[in-house]
């Protein structure tokens, strides 16, 4: 799965840190679409479009786990990550497959992918 190019969309209301992952996961050969709102994220996603979603928890208008189940309710085997500040605090919501904590090293960004990709393939 490691060596398996994917189509990842990011999801982060600050620029800088979409940006981030964006280069992060690009460096790993993805193919990387980056957008900066849950509306944005909705309007690029189909489910044949991407084979990961990872998005911020905190963002105005609609925060990462209500994101992550119209996601979900489109695409139930979509594999989401949601990224927090207050990861160590939450459990999972509904839709995420997941959980990693700001701030994060490349190498615990390649798990996480790795983890979420897996599980729902196994599952699917």
Same mark, same amino acid.
């Given at each position: 799965?490691?060596?398996?190019?994917?189509?990842?969309?990011?999801?982060? /209301?600050?620029?800088?840190?979409?940006?981030? &992952?964006?280069?992060?996961?690009? *460096?790993?050969?993805? /193919?990387? &679409?980056?957008?900066?709102?849950?509306?944005?994220?909705?309007?690029?996603?189909?489910?044949? $479009?991407?084979?990961?979603?990872?998005?911020?928890?905190?963002?105005?208008?609609?925060?990462?786990? @209500?994101?992550?189940?119209? *996601? $979900?309710? &489109?695409?139930?085997?979509?594999?989401?990550?949601? *990224?927090?500040? =207050?990861?160590?605090?939450?459990?999972?919501?509904?839709?995420?497959?997941? =959980?990693?904590? $700001?701030?994060?090293?490349?190498?615990?960004?390649?798990?996480?992918?790795? @983890?979420?990709?897996?599980?729902?393939?196994?599952?699917?």
């Amino acid at each position: 799965m490691e060596n398996r190019k994917l189509r990842v969309l990011v999801v982060d /209301d600050e620029p800088n840190v979409s940006e981030c &992952i964006r280069l992060m996961l690009s *460096i790993d050969g993805h /193919d990387v &679409i980056a957008v900066n709102s849950g509306r944005a994220a909705l309007e690029q996603f189909s489910p044949a $479009k991407f084979d990961l979603v990872c998005t911020d928890y905190s963002m105005p208008g609609m925060k990462g786990d @209500q994101l992550a189940a119209a *996601i $979900k309710a &489109i695409a139930p085997g979509q594999p989401v990550i949601m *990224i927090s500040g =207050i990861a160590s605090t939450m459990s999972a919501p509904a839709g995420v497959d997941f =959980i990693l904590g $700001k701030p994060f090293l490349p190498r615990e960004l390649r798990a996480a992918v790795t @983890q979420a990709t897996n599980t729902c393939e196994a599952a699917g």
